[in-house]
């Protein structure tokens, strides 16, 4: 195993280290213990992410039965999290205790809401096995779960003891999985850094070959930045709204489909395009700039169809969309490959709009 990349988010008085290398997954129980982790550790995954990974970190976690979630988003929710309270109550753990979540985005926010809840608080630990948990979901301290109504409506802000982030564990998952992760990272190229998002467009083929010598850079860099936007805003109250690009659209589309249809990145991508279109229409960004995220987004391969949902549905479930403040839509928009601005005077004109050219339906 080569030198692991270190980064910290720091929040207040608090540091949450994020280890990147590969192989560390066989090194966990080690890494731990150097890391001050309790002894006491139970692991939360799901039956597809167990049976791929489980022999392997079971050795190197030294034993232990996993408590196991049903696999989907649709089972982001308050069921699953009471599926975890049972086995630790039943176990006694207490405040010294760990949750060790192994998964995606869908584990790691309900494993963490857990521990954010259970006692009014136990360490966590994120081992996020794939791309979009990785550079996105595993970092930053926000977890929750779904409602009916709306995702992530029910959450909290909770900092992991330690992430550990294994592009190894990647080499297993599906390419359309994969591909959802390449969204987020697109996402970091188009907020933060044209370097990121002019190398995805250069790296394509090696990314999907999942080369370390592309891959690894590219989790390392979006990892840098939300690491540096969490440490200056922990809890959205400005900065860290630049993460939330793509997501106003892209979560409507997830709750209007019951979490079935899209993976999170592929709604991401069309949030993404999206807010370009509603960007272009406002004079913010030039239409090359569009054009260029479009392209790359294409490039990266098909995003499931929307020409069957209804504006006013999607329109109704970002009006219940967590990032409404005081009856005002906070929507992040480009202004170039790179930056961004946050605007709250978007009109239901303007939405509907933009979702037509996004071809839904009136």
């Given at each position: 195993m080569s030198n692991p990349t270190h980064i910290d988010?720091?929040?207040g008085n608090r540091t949450s280290p994020i280890v990147i290398g590969e192989g560390l997954s066989d090194e966990l129980g080690p890494l731990l213990d150097r890391h001050g982790v309790g002894a006491r550790r139970f692991i939360v995954s799901n039956p597809v992410v167990?049976?791929?990974h489980g022999e392997r970190l079971r050795v190197a976690l030294g034993g232990g039965d996993?408590?196991?979630?049903?696999?989907?988003?649709?089972?982001k929710n308050l069921q699953s999290v009471s599926k975890i309270y049972?086995?630790?109550?039943?176990?006694n753990a207490d405040r010294g205790s760990t949750i060790i979540a192994v998964g995606g985005g869908v584990v790691g926010d309900t494993a963490g809401f857990a521990a954010a809840t259970f006692l009014r608080g136990v360490a966590v630990v994120h081992v996020p096995t794939t791309l979009l948990a990785q550079v996105d979901s595993s970092i930053g301290g926000?977890?929750?779960v779904n409602h009916a109504l709306g995702k992530n409506l029910i959450g909290a802000f909770h900092q992991p003891a330690l992430v550990v982030i294994d592009p190894a564990l990647l080499k297993t998952l599906p390419r359309r999985e994969f591909r959802s992760g390449l969204y987020e990272v697109v996402k970091y190229g188009v907020i933060s850094s044209r370097e990121l998002f002019d190398r995805l467009n250069a790296d394509t083929k090696a990314l999907f070959?999942?080369?370390g010598r592309a891959l690894v850079p590219a989790i390392v860099e979006s990892c840098r930045i939300k690491a540096d936007v969490v440490s200056k805003d922990e809890r959205e109250s400005g900065l860290r709204r630049i993460l939330n690009y793509g997501h106003t659209?892209?979560?409507?589309?997830?709750?209007?489909?019951?979490y079935r249809r899209f993976r999170h990145g592929e709604a991401i991508a069309l949030g993404m395009l999206a807010a370009a279109d509603l960007a272009v229409a406002r004079g913010a960004l030039a239409e090359r700039e569009r054009q260029a995220l479009a392209q790359l987004i294409a490039k990266l391969g098909p995003l499931p169809s929307v020409a069957d949902l209804s504006i006013p549905e999607i329109l109704e479930a970002m009006r219940r969309d967590k990032k409404v403040v005081n009856g005002r839509l906070h929507f992040v928009i480009a202004i170039e490959i790179g930056a961004t601005m946050t605007v709250d005077d978007v009109t239901e004109d303007e939405l509907r709009a933009v979702l037509v050219r996004l071809g839904l339906k009136g």
């Open positions: 988010v720091t929040t167990w049976r791929l996993p408590i196991l979630l049903p696999d989907g988003e649709r089972f049972e086995p630790l109550i039943r176990a926000k977890v929750g070959a999942k080369d659209v892209g979560h409507a589309l997830e709750a209007v489909t019951n």
